[in-house]
Each structure stands twice: as structure tokens, then as C-alpha cells.
């Protein structure tokens, strides 16, 4: 099902969600100097691992893990302990993965 805004005085803008059978996720503020929120949605109750890494791949961190419902959640990530550079954060829920880039600036 697709959700359509209407502003008066305007036609319609299609914000592009789609209800949607996939895993997803997003992070805000990016690129983030202290904390960052990773908000992910998922299609269907399951067990989700939220991990983080450096560019390289090196260094997995477990930010999260939890059997959770079906639908929006958010974890916040403290960057302000961690080097300037890209980071990448995975998630995993239900045989699926996403992976986002994270940039941290000091």
C-alpha cells in the first residue's frame, strides 16, 4: 500500500514508503559527532542483530539483539568514544541484511 500526503495548495506528494516485506534501515544524524539514532523497521516479528564494524570490516561490535515485534525501533549509538572515520552498521532479522554507512566526524 502506498501513502500519499496531501498539503493544501499542492497535488499530491508521494513520500516513496511502500509497505514494504523487507528488513530497513537508516541512521540520523549522518554524518554525527557524538550520538546517531539507527532506526530500523522490521516486516515481522524475529530476532534482530544490530553489529557495527570499522570500513575495513575489523573490529564487530553487538549494539543490539533481541527477538523483537514487527514494526519500528530505534537504538542509539554513543559515536563520541570512537575515531573521525566510516563506520558500518549491519543489521540482521529474518534471514535477511542491511548494511548502512555511518560517518563520524570530531
Not at 497535488?11 to 528488513?23: D, K, P, Y
Not at 540520523?28 to 557495527?52: I, R
Not at 564494524?53 to 559515536?79: I, K, M, N, P
Amino acid at each position: 500500500n502506498e501513502v500519499q500526503i496531501f498539503t493544501p495548495g499542492a497535488s499530491s506528494v508521494n513520500t516513496g514508503f511502500t509497505q514494504s516485506n523487507s528488513i530497513s534501515l537508516d541512521s540520523y544524524p549522518d554524518p554525527t559527532t557524538s550520538t546517531t539514532t539507527l532506526s530500523f523497521t522490521l516486516p515481522e516479528a524475529s530476532e534482530a542483530h544490530l553489529t557495527l564494524t570499522d570500513a575495513a570490516g575489523r573490529g564487530t561490535q553487538l549494539l543490539h539483539s533481541a527477538w523483537l515485534d514487527a514494526g519500528r525501533h530505534e537504538v542509539t549509538w554513543d559515536a563520541s568514544r570512537y575515531p573521525s572515520g566510516v563506520f558500518l552498521c549491519r543489521l540482521e532479522s529474518g534471514g535477511e541484511s542491511v548494511t548502512r554507512r555511518v560517518v563520524v566526524l570530531h
